[in-house]
């Protein structure tokens, strides 16, 4: 029994420590005011700085531009409200002969091209050619002296260049084109009537081609001209005389359709290129 008491006594010495000590814990634990503080360490993982744009660089072909650029440095854009000075071609004025054939006489045009505004211009040129002559003729001591026939080519030329696209050192045009020429001449006979010649030429159609400025070597005020054209053509010529009260005449006409070309390579050098100089 006494052993049994013991038992308890010890058991109870135990329990009462224990309270002890877990009292003094929690006295540490809690503040004066009897707050309970407790200190929470939150840690944030910093993102990974956002990865560098990549720039990709594509390297086209520039189109061919359709319309006239808007761009100051365009040689076009340099000339238009400037006097150019050109050449438009040998044109030949046909006259006749004394017996009715036909005869040429060469009449080259020179002229003006006027830009009104950046898509529209005007050509105006005039050309003419003037043959004379005589002939002599020496039999022992008589010397004799003829006139040879003389002929006279007048051409008036006129044209509306159009610019349906450029770039910076070209311009492509249409140009609508006029040429009326007038042919002309006298046979002097002696003892006989004048021969009077005379002739017609008319020509409408249009040249398609480009006009390029020296712009890329400091001189857009020059510019080479290279085009090719399609032309109605009307010619016609006449020689008469008239004596005692009567005219005689003899007359022919022929109208064709022909290229600037007109079956002669080389005429593209001498009617196809031209140059312009802007001042």
Partial sequence: ???TKSSVLLASLSSLAVVVVSTEALAQEVGAGGTVTTQTTVTTQQAPPPAAPVTTTTTTRPALQTGIVDDASADHDKVVGHLGVTYFGVSQIPVSTPTG?????PAPAIGIRYWLNRSIGIDGGVG?????GSVETVNGGTTTTVDAPSRLGFLLHGG????????????FEVIPELNLGFGSGTV????????????????????VGAEVHFGFIGIPELALQASVGLFLRRESWKASST??????SSSAAVTTLSTTVNGEPWAIFANNISAIYYF
């Fill in 1 to 3: 029994m006494s052993f």
């Fill in 101 to 105: 054939a036909r005869d040429n006489v």
């Fill in 128 to 132: 003419f050619g003037l043959t004379s």
């Fill in 160 to 171: 509306v260049p159009i610019a349906l696209a450029a770039g910076k050192h070209y311009t």
């Fill in 188 to 207: 002097k006979q002696a003892g006989q009537p004048d021969i009077s010649l005379s002739g017609l030429k008319l020509d409408l159609g249009a040249r």
């Fill in 243 to 248: 004596a005692n009260g009567a005219t005689v």
